[in-house]
């Protein structure tokens, strides 16, 4: 089949070094613009789109799918199906139109659970035990669409989303071609997704990640799974802000909520132990390190 691939961030990646490698033929590939990034915040392209050009395929960067001159561009290199994973922009119906087998998209959960932007990070936030990728055909709803394909996938102890989504990512690839193999030879029927069981999984804030020492510690290494690598759970301590690694809970040691104690913190059970820390204004250091060189003062907590 001749594709329009789309996507933008890393995750997306081996989604197109699959199709790359397939017996699809990938015309052209969409992404979003170049966008600031790093301390200069100076514009860089996506991994999708670095990917692509080094390939030698035409990159399409719209500003917005609904540019008219981006839906007269996709007719003009007329594919029979664009295929997508985590592009990052909804995609209006007279646009999804335009492909005869319609879009494709990979998404990082079973839906209907974690329809949205960040499905991994809700996963572990919420402590699945499982999860995995779909393939489902897009429409103008937040991750509706019939399902094509599932792919299952075991949440490890001690997963980051980072660590999660990089599995999900490799699995998915192949889900995604097998799914457009599939389709090209006539052989699936999309399934409506059930009215039950559906979830939402909105991007997780830089405020959302400022971990609570009152919760328990179940909740605090949670949140600090799912925040690694972004956004990046937090805390403060002398009104400074301090990024957080992955926490080891430490069930037979209990402490008041935020007192720290030999490299151990406080929550409203047991406590947790820090692993590496990165100190605002400093680089990532272990934890131990860190404590080492403020010598706190008795009573001292982070906030």
């Known amino acids: 089949m001749r594709l329009v691939f789309a996507g933008t961030p890393t995750a997306a990646v081996p989604s197109l070094e699959a199709l790359l490698a397939s017996s699809h033929d990938v015309a052209a590939v969409v992404t979003r613009p170049d966008a600031p990034a790093g301390r200069g915040r100076t ?57 005869r087998l319609g879009w ?54 001690g997963d980051t989303s980072g660590d999660l989504l990089d599995r999900l990512a490799i699995a998915g690839a192949g889900l995604l071609v097998a799914t457009l193999d599939a389709l090209e030879q006539g052989a699936l029927v999309p399934v409506p997704q059930p009215s039950d069981g559906v979830s939402l999984a909105p991007k997780i804030t830089v405020d959302d990640a400022r971990v609570d020492w009152t919760a328990p510690a179940v909740r605090v290494d949670r949140l600090v799974r799912a925040c690694t690598p972004a956004p990046g759970a937090w805390t403060t301590l002398r009104a400074k802000r301090v990024k957080l690694g992955p926490v080891v809970p430490v069930e037979d040691v209990v402490l008041a909520p935020g007192e720290v104690r ?22 990532a250091m272990p934890a131990a390190d860190w404590l080492r060189g403020l010598r706190l003062e008795p009573g001292e907590r982070f906030a």
């Not at 998404?107 to 809700?122: D, K, M």
């Not at 913190?265 to 680089?283: D, F, I, S």
């Open 262 to 283: 030999d490299g151990m913190v406080g929550t409203a059970t047991h406590a947790v132990r820090l692993g590496g820390v990165r100190p605002e204004g400093k680089g």
């Open 43 to 99: 514009l860089r392209p996506s991994p999708v789109r670095e990917r692509a050009e080094a390939a030698g395929i035409d990159v399409l960067t719209p500003t917005s799918p609904r540019d008219p001159d981006f839906a007269a561009q996709l007719r003009s290199i007329a594919p029979d199906c664009c295929p997508v994973v985590a592009y990052g922009a909804l995609v209006p119906q007279d646009v999804l139109d335009i492909p």
């Open 104 to 157: 494709v998209n990979l998404h990082f959960s079973l839906l209907p659970a974690w329809r949205g932007a960040a499905p991994v990070q809700h996963a572990l936030l919420h402590g699945d035990e499982v999860t995995g990728a779909t393939t489902f055909r897009l429409e103008a709803g937040m991750d509706t669409g019939p399902v094509l394909g599932v792919t299952t996938e075991q949440v490890r102890p």
